[in-house]
């Protein structure tokens, strides 16, 4: 059996069953995973409360033919203050649906793990239009889909460009208050 010991940030999770959840996350060292968090619902469930968006955990999973399975996770920041307002929670799911999107399952992309970081520091302390603008460019010229001499006239603009990468319209409306 092959283990899969990483640190990373928890981008989604779906619910299965009653008791199990999928939960992906973009990890430092082996890119953006999705593993399987067997038990996790139950209310005495000791992990649910690490596998929350964008909180930073350390984490073991055991690779199987499938979906690898959580065995271990520790919970290294939540980011509470990024947390605090309704704008800036709508923000944190933004940056979730954004990464889970554009980044490929299985590719180490260590820029855009630390562009996540800075983000959810930056999250409570500055404008959040700015914030989002930034985030959104730095991530689509890390990934490849802009040159970073390009600019952008509005966020109008980027978030059509972003729409037309992913084929879809973004799910998360942003909030500013």
Known sequence: MKYLKDTGFVIKKVNLG???RFV?????????????????RKITSRRASALEPLNLIKFQAIERKKTPLLTEVELINPFSSSKNSLSNISLIFLVCELVDKLCPYGQKNESV????????NKISLQNISSTIFNFEKELIT????WDANKDFR???DIQSYIESIIERKIKTTVMFG
């Open 18 to 20: 009653d008791a199990d």
């Open 24 to 40: 992906t996350i973009l990890s430092k060292n082996h890119g953006k995973v999705e593993v399987l968090a067997k038990g996790v």
């Open 113 to 120: 793990f630390n562009l996540v970081g800075q983000t959810l």
């Open 142 to 145: 890390i990934l490849g889909f």
């Open 154 to 156: 509005n966020q109008d």
